[in-house]
């Protein structure tokens, strides 16, 4: 029996869909039901049901897009840094692990190494980081599991969401019995305004810049794989190998889908922040060796995307751009 919070949420979902396939039984509580947000009620909650595992995939990610988690401040924080302690909370004093959904947006940039020394470069549309991938992409990696947050409320500027997904994580660091999955950027065949790939053909302007992504059902299923392999632990970076820009997203896309589509970009960041965003934006690369050495592997984030795209499931009426 699994106990999962936030079922009815994008990523929720697509728990009950992977624990479906796997015929693991599970309850899903709503909060307008059964607040799982107060401590007693999820301790009874775990009481009633005994779950194995506790999975928290409820979370405030603000819509359209986390700029309202700007404006919406209490929410944010108790949606994303007070309900992983009480779920942490309530799941050690009855002795059940837990898996928090986290996020890869606590970081921004990459880790770069020149003669064997990293520095990390914030900025990966800066000239030079893109004339140092072209050259040497071998010098450019992701930030690990070991890495501290760099795009968080210790290490400003960050996004309000950003940094109460970080705090989150510091809020739960004491429990031992817990896997914190860190979730970037989901993108899967299903046409939807929360998916990235729809979101790139919604959108009357795109940013480029570089990122990890994450098939939202390669995550969730990695995310089962780690608790029913009974891998150590910890925190761990859950998304397809490797990364990509905006642009080589978009170029699948019309390989794939769309080869007429002329996709148009803002000028540069001056431009997209001055007209399409308010908080600033996390863009980074994430390593997923730790993953891959606890026995799990994710399609390369390339293969992924095609796939997603070959087996696209276009919303009815949904095509209509939006900026
Ligand atoms: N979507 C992304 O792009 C993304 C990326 C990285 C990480 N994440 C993380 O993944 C988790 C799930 O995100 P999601 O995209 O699935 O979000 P979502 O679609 O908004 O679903 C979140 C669910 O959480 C529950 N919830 C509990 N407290 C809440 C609160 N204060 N405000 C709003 N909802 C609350 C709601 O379920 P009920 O009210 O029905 O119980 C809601 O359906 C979050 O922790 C988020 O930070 C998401």
Redesign the pocket.
């Known amino acids: 029996m699994i106990l999962l919070?936030?079922g009815?949420?994008?990523?929720?979902s697509a728990f009950v869909a992977a624990l479906k396939q796997r015929a693991l039984p599970f309850v899903a509580p709503?909060?307008?039901v059964s607040d799982y947000?107060r401590f007693d009620v999820l301790q009874a909650l775990i009481k009633e049901h005994r779950p194995a595992l506790v999975i928290n995939?409820?979370?405030?990610?603000g819509r359209p897009n986390v700029d309202a988690c700007e404006t919406a401040r209490t929410?944010t924080l108790?949606?994303?840094s007070v309900?992983p302690a009480v779920v942490g909370s309530a799941c050690e004093s009855i002795g059940v692990p837990f898996g928090q959904?986290?996020?890869?947006?606590i970081y921004t940039g990459a880790r770069v190494t020149v003669s064997g020394r990293v520095t990390i470069e914030r900025d990966l549309n800066s000239p030079e980081f893109r004339a140092r991938l072209h050259a040497d992409p071998g010098s450019v990696s992701g930030f690990t599991e070991d890495d501290q947050p760099n795009f968080s409320f210790r290490f400003p500027p960050c996004s309000f969401y950003s940094g109460s997904?970080a705090l989150g994580e510091e809020a739960i660091e004491m429990f031992a019995e817990k896997y914190v999955w860190r979730?970037?950027?989901?993108f899967d065949e299903f046409d939807c305004p929360?998916n990235y790939l729809t979101k790139l053909q919604r959108y009357t302007k795109l940013y480029e810049n570089i990122n990890s992504v994450s098939h939202r059902g390669d995550f969730v299923n990695a995310c089962l794989d780690l608790w029913s392999r009974r891998a150590p632990f910890g925190a761990y970076n859950i998304c397809n190998p490797g990364f990509v820009s905006t642009h080589e997203v978009v170029q699948v896309i019309r390989e794939e889908i769309a080869p007429d589509r002329v996709f148009d970009f803002w000028r540069n960041d001056a431009e997209f922040y001055a007209h399409a965003a308010v908080a600033p934006r996390s863009n980074c690369i994430l390593d997923t060796q730790k993953l891959a050495a606890a026995g799990v592997h994710l399609r390369p984030v390339r293969d992924a995307l095609k796939h997603a795209l070959q087996n696209w499931q276009p919303e009815p009426g949904a095509l209509a751009p939006v900026s």
Do not use: D, H, Q
């Open positions: 919070l936030g009815s949420g994008y990523i929720g709503r909060r307008g947000t995939a409820a979370g405030f990610t929410e108790l949606g994303n309900l959904v986290s996020s890869g947006c997904k979730l970037r950027i989901p929360r």
